[in-house]
């Protein structure tokens, strides 16, 4: 019988129960002080899981206080909700939170939501959190995680955090979420007046479908006019390439890649101040080019594959922080084309296997807000299947699962284009390019990835002012 009771006591102080924690910064680098304030749980013995997006909103009760950012996490912890608490309080005071008023500014604010099914109250905690359920900036990214649980104190209730999320009155203003790209750009994906970004493809290849040689690696005075020229025409991202990744190409390993890319973003971050408040984003789909490209000072890894291709790069992006952007292919390169096959239908296949690939960059350690989406025009994708995507790209912003995410959309000079114009010359799609940008801004896009920056943001700014409306004026 003592055996029995400590061999009992000893897997009740194991079991791992599951939590979720608000996160809450409006001080300082607020998205730097959520992600530190993760680290940190992850150091306690609280194993963060999974995160939503973050969210911009304004303050409450002491409104003479900057915005922000909010969001939440699922934790696994063998803590008791007791020692949960004390663990959480003890990182926000390690990080530097002074409580000088109450609901007042603070650099973090982590509070219990949830602890598994389990109902109880005390002076210091009360869990289910008593007002989650009437407070958007809660609620919205704690849906985003669980949509179709309820909330444990109304077992028998027949809402779903969803639910209760769709019944609250709208916001204001509304919440926007914020994805950081760089520590001077981040995308507001939900701001029906959001500005549509646009990224300059840079490729140093020499074999690219559209522009190949253009680019020299290794003249970097070139390099220095281009990176100018691209951000002076309205850039507010630049692609790096080192490697074609057109149906077809051919690898060529990832030394050629780094030896082409890495000195390039070396100078550019160190010898074109204009660049300074410009993301760089390295357009691989090989870990080890990642990390490489990003200590030189790239922002966001852009993988075609979504991590398929390379089994490191979805833990080298998590481990070293950056943004990364989650494409739709199949198979290689060289096998893409032949697997353009969607039975049940291009978006509801293309949103599933999406879906699939945000699923393993959280199992990976990614942040939520660290993802970006792209279908993948092009990219095991017949002329149907691309002409839909952009047709219907809303129906795959509101895919479950990928609500409130950023996308991108990357039409620049594509086959289809040529297909449908009869313009076999790439560089001569200009128009064909601009009508499939505003399109993809019509249906919602954040980020277009172009060749002929200085076209297309004439028709992004123009589609901007066309579509980014404000419904609530």
């Known amino acids: 019988m003592h055996l029995g009771t400590n061999m009992d006591t000893c897997q009740e102080i194991s079991a791992v129960h599951r939590a979720f924690i608000a996160l809450g910064s409006n001080v300082g680098n607020r998205v730097e002080m959520i992600e530190k304030a993760c680290l940190e749980m992850d150091r306690a013995n609280i194993k963060v899981k999974r995160t939503s997006s973050l969210f911009e909103t304004a303050p409450m009760y002491v409104l003479d206080q900057a915005p922000f950012m909010n969001g939440v996490c699922e934790v696994e912890t063998t803590l008791a909700p007791m020692e949960l608490l004390d663990a959480l309080q003890a990182i926000e005071i390690s990080l530097g939170r002074k409580k000088l008023i109450d609901k007042g500014p603070r650099s973090i604010d982590l509070d219990i939501l949830l602890y598994g099914r389990d109902v109880f109250s005390n002076d210091r905690l009360t ?167 990003c200590a030189a000072g790239a922002d966001i890894i852009n993988d075609i594959s979504a991590g398929t291709l390379d089994p490191d790069m979805l833990p080298t992006a998590a481990r070293i922080g950056k943004s990364i952007i989650l494409m739709h292919t199949r198979g290689t390169p060289q096998t893409m084309t032949k697997l353009a096959d969607y039975p049940t239908g291009v978006i509801p296949e293309v949103g599933a296997e999406l879906h699939a690939r945000v699923a393993a960059a959280e199992d990976a350690g990614i942040r939520r807000w660290r993802i970006i989406l792209d279908p993948g025009l092009g990219f095991a994708k017949s002329q149907p299947h691309d002409l ?34 009869g313009v076999k010359t790439p560089r001569e799609r200009v128009w064909g390019t601009a009508a499939t940008v505003s399109a993809s801004i019509a249906g919602g896009a954040d980020i277009v990835r172009v060749h002929d920056v200085q076209e297309m943001w004439q028709v992004a700014k123009v589609a901007d002012a066309i579509y980014r409306v404000d419904e609530n004026i």
């Open 127 to 293: 869990v289910p959190h008593k007002l989650m359920l009437e407070r958007d900036f809660v609620l919205r990214p704690l849906s985003q995680l669980i949509p179709h649980e309820r909330p444990p104190q109304l077992e028998k209730a027949p809402r779903t955090f969803s639910e209760y999320m769709k019944a609250l009155p709208p916001p204001n203003p509304v919440p926007v979420t914020n994805t950081p790209v760089s520590s001077a750009l981040s995308l507001h994906a939900t701001n029906p007046t959001r500005p549509t970004h646009v990224m300059a493809i840079l490729n140093l290849t020499p074999d690219s479908f559209s522009d190949g040689g253009k680019h020299s690696a290794s003249d970097m005075g070139y390099i220095t006019e281009t990176v100018r020229s691209l951000i002076a025409n309205g850039a507010t991202i630049i692609d790096i390439g080192g490697e074609s990744t057109r149906p077809g190409s051919t690898p060529v390993g990832a030394d050629e890649e780094i030896a082409r890319v890495v000195p390039a973003i070396k100078h550019i971050r160190t010898n074109v101040p204009e660049a300074a408040k410009i993301a760089i984003s390295i357009d691989t789909y090989r870990a080890s080019v990642a990390e490489a490209a």
């Open 388 to 421: 839909t995507i952009l047709h219907d790209l809303p129906l795959l912003r509101a895919f479950e699962g990928l609500t409130d995410l950023p996308w991108l959309m990357g039409p620049s000079r594509k086959r289809f284009i040529g297909h449908l114009t």
